[in-house]
């Protein structure tokens, strides 16, 4: 009985219910283009006329099924009274000619079974009520709604119309249960995701995944570069406290100006995670943009992150002495190159800083070429084991991300006794970058 009158049972009769009433225009519609066709004046009364006008609603429930926004309606109504969970159907409009076909099939069948199980239960019903109520009624027996012959007004088959009407009541239950099973398995068929909806899916994951290791590596390379300096100033500065008072105010103040500055670049980034999706720039919906202007790499836009203009800025803030020879004119590299390079240079600087022999200078050394921009950089090893940090280990892997990106590549390890850092980027990569 739960099969036929539980709470899954009883929903699903309503929404078969719902699709009797969304049919009843076009019925109408096909009753009266059965009527001017064939100038039978009792068309609203025959049987042949009503399958007729049925056959013809059909085709015009298909064709309203076609529009974009009957799935997303469909699929609510799904979800809430087919008891389908939400991952096996799809969002949002049908886009697509594969989606708006399978979304106008399963509104043409739950249109159909809903037509039919409402005729059902309409006509039904009150014809079991009243057969139920033969027994107890001498008026209903000798009345002529029921439609029953003479031959059945005998008093043992009169007694057995209770029974008859219960069977007749659950008729209606029992293909209600049926034309529900049936909609709940086709749903996912025909409003589940096509392979296009799949894609864009995907893409959107992608997207997302891209811009969270975007901001990943903007504040491994920023903020960590900023503490390392940090620490490295305020320990010297301990070191001298008694000593040299001259050097702990310029130390501190560099430690002011560099967690200022990075302050300012955390809360740039930060505003990315807070954006909700609806700026114009956003590549999906959701999804913050990572592009900002044209000619400009991820997170390289107008007023963000900056670039080889203000290196010897960096330079002279890093906390490690730097022996730089720029071969070319590096200040003039503009675009996604210029801030993917600074970027690495900084965390280039702050390896050395980690795991550097203390006080030991920085060679770097930067050549723009006709073709590619070349960074390298190499420092003293300090001959202590590099110290293994818990979720560490992302800065050369960022840096090689950094290089990819712009269709560069990056080399990293031991040389002699120094530790080499090599980064080479492709000057047309800003083209690269935006396709």
């Not at 400009?296 to 836009?301: D, E, I, K, S």
């Amino acid at each position: 009985m739960t099969a036929l009158f539980g709470r899954r049972a009883r929903l699903r009769w309503l929404h078969l219910i719902i699709g009797g009433a969304l049919l009843m225009p076009y019925f109408l519609v096909g009753m009266v283009a059965v009527g001017a066709s064939g100038g039978d004046d009792g068309v609203f009364s025959s049987i042949t006329g009503r399958f007729t006008a049925f056959a013809y609603a059909l085709p015009m429930a298909a064709v309203t099924g076609l529009f974009p926004l009957v799935r997303p309606l469909s699929v609510a109504a799904a979800r809430a009274l087919c008891g389908i969970t939400a991952e096996r159907l799809a969002e949002g409009p049908a886009r697509t000619r594969q989606a708006r076909v399978r979304a106008a099939g399963w509104y043409t069948l739950h249109l159909a079974l809903g037509g039919v199980v409402s005729g059902m239960t309409l006509a039904l019903t009150p014809f079991a009520v009243g057969v139920m109520g033969l027994p107890f009624s001498a008026a209903l027996r000798d009345s002529a709604l029921l439609g029953l012959p003479p031959a059945l007004d005998r008093p043992w088959i009169v007694a057995l119309t209770p029974l008859a009407g219960l069977a007749l009541l659950c008729a209606p239950a029992l293909s209600a249960a049926a034309a529900g099973e049936l909609l709940a398995r086709r749903a996912p068929v025909l409003l589940g995701p096509t392979p296009d909806d799949r894609l864009a899916a995907a893409e959107r994951r992608a997207a997302a995944l891209a811009l969270r290791n975007r901001l990943a590596r903007e504040l491994h390379d920023s903020v960590g570069h900023a503490l390392s300096a940090v620490t490295l100033q305020a320990g010297a500065a301990r070191r001298v406290l008694a000593d040299d008072p001259e050097f702990v105010r310029e130390a501190l103040a560099a430690i002011e100006e560099t967690t200022r500055r990075t302050v300012g670049e955390l809360d740039s980034m930060l505003g990315l995670l807070r954006q909700d999706g609806e700026s114009a720039n956003g590549p999906e919906d959701g999804v913050p943009a990572l592009d900002q202007g044209p000619g400009q790499g991820p997170g390289q836009g107008p007023g963000q992150g900056p670039g080889l203009d203000a290196l010897d800025g960096l330079l002279a803030r890093c906390g490690v002495p730097v022996a730089y020879e720029a071969l070319g004119e590096p200040g003039a590299v503009t675009g996604a190159v210029s801030g993917e390079a600074y970027r690495i240079v900084q965390e280039g600087l702050s390896n050395a800083l980690r795991h550097g022999a203390g006080g030991a200078p920085v060679e770097l050394r930067i050549a723009v070429r006709e073709e590619d921009l070349e960074i390298t950089m190499e420092n003293p090893l300090s001959g202590r084991p590099p110290v293994l940090r818990p979720g560490g280990g992302r800065g050369l892997r960022g840096i090689a991300e950094r290089a990819a990106l712009l269709g560069g590549r990056t080399e990293a390890g031991p040389h002699g006794g120094t530790w080499r850092l090599t980064a080479r980027l492709p000057l047309d990569a800003a083209g690269r970058a935006e396709r």
